[in-house]
């Protein structure tokens, strides 16, 4: 039989990546089945940020 229950991706090596004054550290990624890069999901999360103000 095989196991279908999902496994964990590794864990990859930290990183900083400096914006400005704001330093991201990215401490965790390695998932191969997605699309969007690290770089990609930050950008999404501050688009949101910048919409939820911009809404209040």
Same mark, same amino acid.
């Given at each position: 039989?095989?196991?279908?229950? &999902?496994? @964990? @991706?590794?864990?990859?090596? @930290?990183?900083?990546?400096?914006?400005?004054?704001?330093?991201?550290?990215?401490?965790?990624?390695?998932? &191969?089945?997605? +699309?969007?890069?690290?770089?990609? $999901?930050? $950008?999404?999360? $501050?688009?949101?940020?910048? +919409?939820?103000? +911009? @809404?209040?």
């Amino acid at each position: 039989m095989f196991n279908n229950k &999902p496994r @964990a @991706a590794p864990i990859g090596n @930290a990183y900083r990546r400096k914006c400005g004054k704001i330093t991201f550290i990215v401490s965790s990624f390695g998932n &191969p089945d997605t +699309k969007q890069t690290a770089d990609d $999901l930050i $950008l999404s999360m $501050l688009k949101n940020k910048v +919409k939820e103000r +911009k @809404a209040v």
